[in-house]
């Protein structure tokens, strides 16, 4: 499976941004899905997860109430709709499946390429 994530910018601190990421090869069906991010300098972190067939929403603290994950069964896409957004939400960030809903990285095993979002005060 081949994941592709887009929908990266540069927006004002407040502003909002969608971010997609399709699958190929594979749909999402019965998997995890989940969002991390990265910040230059930083470790890889949790963002959000969902399992794509029902069950559980996941969310870091940071990201709890702005953010929220969503997918379209036809479109085999998911999203993450970020809204407030402030500077320290800049990072590139990354879509991945795995079998297990979590916000550890090592539950996911397929990734994508990531895209930037920068967040100006």
């Known amino acids: 499976v081949q994941l592709q994530a887009s929908g990266g910018g540069l927006v004002q601190a407040g502003g909002s941004l969608r971010l997609s990421c399709v699958a190929s090869g594979r749909t999402f069906r019965g998997y995890a899905v989940g969002w991390f991010r990265q910040a230059p300098g930083k470790e890889r972190e949790f963002v959000a997860a969902?399992?794509?067939?029902?069950?559980?929403?996941l969310y870091a603290d940071s990201v709890k109430g702005r953010f929220t994950i969503s997918g379209d069964n036809a479109k085999n896409t998911m999203y993450l709709r970020m809204d407030s957004l402030k500077p320290e939400d800049t990072a590139v960030y990354y879509c991945?499946?795995?079998?297990?809903?979590?916000?550890?990285?090592?539950?996911?095993?397929?990734w994508g390429q990531g895209t930037q979002v920068t967040v100006s005060s």
């Open positions: 969902d399992g794509w067939s029902g069950g559980m929403t």
């Open positions: 991945a499946t795995g079998s297990l809903v979590s916000g550890l990285i090592r539950s996911y095993d397929q």
